[in-house]
C-alpha cells in the first residue's frame, strides 16, 4: 500500500481532497502520495495555530526548552529512519543526510533549547528610574522551506520559532516532504500541546528559496505590514588567490562545488583563480572532480547522488547548453548519465571555462546543480568586481595566506557571509543572511529573537521601587506579582 503524507492540523493527521505523486528522484518511479493542501487546510491551521498560542506563549523558557531538548532525543533516536527516508526523498547521498542533514537538525532543537536559557535582556538606571526591556512572542508564524535541505533548514526555522514562544504553520516543499511529516510524529511523542506547530502540505504555497518567488512573498507580506525573513538563491563565488594552500583549496573547492549536487544555497559556483596558479588548479581540479562518485544514493561509496526532480535537472542542462552558446567549453560532464542511472535524476559534475567573467547569463543566474565556472583573474580589484557582479550577495570564499588580504578583501564584498580558507562553517550563535536579492533579515541567535518576539520598554518611575546604591546590587522582581 502507498503511504499518503496527510496534514498535520491541531495535533492531528488530516486528509485533504486529492493527492499528488512523490517522486524518488534516483529512480524516477511514485513511491508515495501527498495531500494537495487547498485553502481551507491552510485556515484550520492558522486557526489551531492562534487557538494554541494563547496558552504556549505563556510557558516558560524552562517548559520549552525541556520540549525541544525532547524532540531532539526523538530525532536522534530514529536518526537512521530519517536519513533514508530524507535520502529517498530528495535525491542526497545517505551517507550525507546520516553525517550533516539529520544531526544538524537535531543541533537545531538542541541549540536554541539552550540559548533561550541564558539570554540577557537590556537594562539601565538613570537616576530615579529603572528602564528594561522585555520580548514577548510575535504570535503564530508561517514557516516555508525549500527542498534542498529539507529537515536541516525546517527544523532551523521551527526550534526558534518554539523556543521563543510562538506557534506556527509550516509549508514544507512539496519536492520534499516526508521527513517533515515524519518529524509530525515525533511531535506527538513528545507530548507538544496541538496545535503549536501545524503543517500544510502540497501545492498551497510554493516556495523554494527562489529570488523571484522571494520578492512575490515580500510583496504580499508587506501589504499586510507583516514581519518578514527571507533567506532567497545566491551566486556565490571562490576567490582563490596565488599565494593559497592549494592542496586544501582543491579539496574544500570539491565540496564547495559539488556537495548536496551542487543544490546548496552557499555552494561556490563561480571559481575565480588568479592567473600564477590558475592552470594548476585547473589540472588538478578536473581530475579530482573526475574521481567522484556519482550513483545510486544508497550506496556508501556514493558522492554525488540524484537532481530533486526531472524538471529540476532539465534546467540544469539547459543552463550547461547556454554556457556553450555563450562561448564556454565544458571540460568535464555535462550530460545526464545513463546505464544504471538512465530513470533517475542524474548530472555529471560539470566544469566550465571561457565564459567571460560578469556578462553572461552562466556567471550570474543561479543554476542551484552540480555546475560550476572556473575563470581566471589578474587583480585584487578584478576579483572584488566579479564577485559582486551579479545580483546575489549570500556568501564568498577567499583563499589565501596574507591576512591583510583576507581582510581587506572581505570588507569589499556584497555577502552576507566570508569564509576565509574554509567553507560551510556554521555558528548558530552568528547573523545568517545575504545582502541584495540574496535575501532580507538575519537568522541566528539574537536575530532570530529579533524576528520572533516583540520587543518593549519598561520604565519605572521614582515612586515605583526603592534602589539601593551599593556597587554590584542585582535586582529580582517577580513578574508574576
Given at each position: 500500500m502507498v503511504l499518503t503524507i496527510q496534514n498535520f492540523i491541531?495535533?492531528?493527521?488530516q486528509a485533504s481532497g486529492s493527492t499528488m505523486n512523490v517522486i524518488n528522484p534516483s529512480t524516477g518511479k511514485v513511491y508515495a502520495q501527498l495531500s494537495k493542501s487547498q485553502e481551507n487546510d491552510v485556515e484550520l491551521a492558522v486557526q489551531a495555530a492562534d487557538a494554541a498560542f494563547k496558552t504556549w506563549k505563556l510557558t516558560s523558557a524552562q517548559e520549552r526548552s525541556l520540549m525541544l531538548n525532547k524532540i531532539a532525543d526523538l530525532i536522534d533516536s530514529r536518526l537512521e529512519e530519517f536519513a533514508l527516508a530524507e535520502s529517498r526523498d530528495q535525491g542526497k547521498p545517505l551517507s550525507l543526510a546520516r553525517s550533516v542533514d539529520i544531526p544538524r537538525a537535531v543541533h537545531n532543537f538542541r541549540f536554541f533549547a539552550s540559548s533561550i536559557l541564558h539570554q540577557l535582556e537590556h537594562s539601565q538606571i538613570?537616576?530615579?528610574?529603572?528602564?528594561?526591556v522585555r520580548r514577548e512572542p510575535v504570535g503564530p508564524v508561517a514557516l516555508i522551506s525549500p527542498w534542498n535541505l529539507p529537515l536541516y533548514l525546517l527544523t532551523w526555522k521551527i526550534a526558534p520559532c518554539l523556543a521563543y514562544g510562538c506557534t506556527s504553520?509550516?509549508?514544507?516543499?512539496?519536492f520534499t516532504s516526508m521527513t517533515a511529516y515524519m518529524l509530525c510524529q515525533v511531535f506527538i511523542d513528545a507530548g507538544l500541546p496541538k496545535g503549536v506547530v501545524n503543517m500544510v502540505f502540497g501545492t498551497a504555497i510554493s516556495f523554494t528559496g527562489g529570488t523571484v518567488t522571494g520578492r512575490t512573498i515580500y510583496q504580499s507580506a508587506a501589504s499586510r505590514n507583516k514581519k518578514l525573513s527571507l533567506e532567497l538563491g545566491g551566486k556565490n563565488a571562490?576567490?582563490?588567490f596565488d599565494d593559497c594552500d592549494l592542496e586544501k583549496t582543491i579539496k574544500t573547492t570539491l565540496r564547495s562545488s559539488f556537495l548536496n549536487q551542487g543544490e546548496i544555497c552557499l555552494c561556490g559556483s563561480r571559481i575565480f583563480v588568479q592567473s600564477k596558479i590558475y592552470d594548476a588548479f585547473l589540472e588538478k581540479f578536473v581530475q579530482e572532480t573526475q574521481k567522484l562518485i556519482v550513483g545510486d544514493p544508497l550506496d556508501e561509496k556514493t558522492q554525488v547522488g540524484a537532481l530533486v526532480s526531472e524538471d529540476h535537472m532539465n534546467k540544469v542542462l539547459k543552463y550547461i547548453q547556454i554556457a556553450k552558446e555563450e562561448g564556454g567549453t565544458v571540460l568535464t560532464g555535462g550530460t545526464r548519465l545513463g546505464g544504471d542511472l538512465k530513470d533517475g535524476y542524474f548530472v555529471a559534475p560539470t566544469i566550465i571555462v571561457g565564459l567571460p567573467a560578469t556578462e553572461c547569463r552562466v556567471q550570474k543566474e543561479e543554476i542551484f546543480g552540480p555546475?560550476?565556472?572556473v575563470t581566471k583573474f589578474e587583480t585584487f580589484d578584478e576579483a572584488v568586481e566579479y564577485c559582486n557582479?551579479?545580483?546575489y550577495g549570500l556568501a564568498a570564499s577567499v583563499w589565501t595566506s596574507n591576512l591583510n588580504t583576507a581582510h581587506k578583501i572581505a570588507g569589499l564584498l556584497d555577502v552576507g557571509t566570508v569564509w576565509i580558507n574554509?567553507?560551510?562553517v556554521r555558528n548558530l550563535n552568528?547573523?545568517?543572511g545575504g545582502f541584495k536579492g540574496s535575501g532580507l533579515g538575519r537568522e541566528g541567535t539574537f536575530d532570530s529573537a529579533e524576528f520572533f518576539c516583540e520587543v518593549f520598554c519598561l520604565i519605572f518611575g521614582k515612586n515605583s521601587l526603592h534602589c539601593s546604591r551599593q556597587l554590584g546590587t542585582c535586582y529580582c522582581f517577580d513578574l508574576n506579582q
Open positions: 491541531n495535533g492531528a493527521f538613570v537616576p530615579g528610574f529603572l528602564n528594561y504553520i509550516c509549508k514544507p516543499s512539496e571562490n576567490i582563490i555546475v560550476v565556472t557582479s551579479t545580483e574554509c567553507w560551510m552568528m547573523p545568517f
